[in-house]
């Protein structure tokens, strides 16, 4: 299993006074954790035979993170579309989102930003 990108990893904690904050991310998260079992699971079956960087799984961890369940889906659809075997590979890095206003953990789960309110 590939390693994920560090632009996927982060430092941030979950704060129990952030929990309704948390609600409308919940839909990332779930599928983040479905992707994290995946790759604990699945993905060591196949190994690391992916001819992009990060593979297809850490791409796609990255695509919901930064984008959300659906519009990641779609980005992982597209780029599992471009995985084939004439495909030329190399690095092909999930688009940043322009208004990413989240925080991440070091397990990849996205918890909303610090508010700056001490």
């Not at 994290?36 to 593979?55: E, L, N, Q, W």
């Not at 796609?60 to 780029?79: C, E, I, N, S």
């Amino acid at each position: 299993m590939s390693v994920l990108p560090a632009y996927a990893l982060g430092d941030a904690r979950f704060a129990a006074s952030d929990a309704l904050r948390s609600v409308p991310l919940a839909p990332r998260n779930l599928v983040v954790g479905l992707l994290h079992t995946y790759r604990a699971t699945i993905s060591h079956v196949y190994g690391d035979v992916c001819k992009y960087y990060p593979s297809c799984s850490a791409y796609a961890v990255g695509a919901v993170q930064q984008h959300g369940a659906v519009k990641g889906a779609a980005l992982t659809a597209a780029r599992l579309a471009r995985c084939h075997p004439w495909a030329e590979g190399g690095v092909d890095d999930v688009p940043a989102h322009s208004n990413f206003r989240h925080a991440l953990t070091p397990h990849g789960f996205v918890v909303p930003a610090p508010t700056g309110k001490d």
